[in-house]
């Protein structure tokens, strides 16, 4: 892995969220095609550093700018809250003591809860907030995501 990071300055804040929504989908995929239980142990390892790269960058670089307009606030907090019902999915999945069968079970709902999360901020959220951030706010966003969410991962890849 390279130490460099790789910014694509013509990606606005929104083509570099979807481009990472699309990561999420094919973990999700993956994680839902795969039969043998330890293989889905290290792919839902990767959904987790992608969640929370993503999570991490997209709540600093999105959500708090567009909760600095009112029109925004309520907005934010429902996508944050989705955030939180995601991590306490993945904590009770890293939650050693549960059974197979109980980790199972939260798997498809961690699974079917970020594609609800993806689609409605896809077809909801970003409508709303590209007419709360102008343009140039909008490009700035997409190259600090971009960064954030790459030294994210550097940084906990080995965790």
Not at 18 to 39: A, G, P
Not at 55 to 82: C, F, N
Request: overall charge negative; aromatic content about 6%; charged content about 40%.
């Amino acid at each position: 892995m390279s130490d460099q990071i790789s910014v694509d300055l013509d990606k606005d804040i929104f083509a570099a969220l979807i481009e990472q929504h699309e990561v999420q989908r094919k973990w999700c995929d993956q994680l839902e095609s795969e039969s043998d239980f330890s293989k889905r142990k290290a792919i839902f390892k990767r959904l987790k550093l992608e969640l929370s790269a993503h999570e991490t960058a997209e709540e600093r670089h999105l959500y708090i700018p567009v909760m600095q307009h009112d029109e925004g606030l309520d907005l934010s907090r429902h996508a944050i809250t989705e955030h939180h019902e995601i991590d306490e999915m993945i904590e009770t999945m890293e939650d050693g003591r549960i059974s197979q069968e109980t980790w199972e079970t939260t798997c498809a709902d961690l699974i079917e809860k970020v594609r609800h999360h993806l689609r409605e901020e896809e077809n909801e959220f970003f409508k709303q907030a590209r007419k709360i951030l102008d343009d140039d706010l909008q490009q700035r966003l997409g190259a600090l995501y971009q960064v954030e969410h790459d030294e994210y991962e550097k940084r906990h890849a080995a965790d």
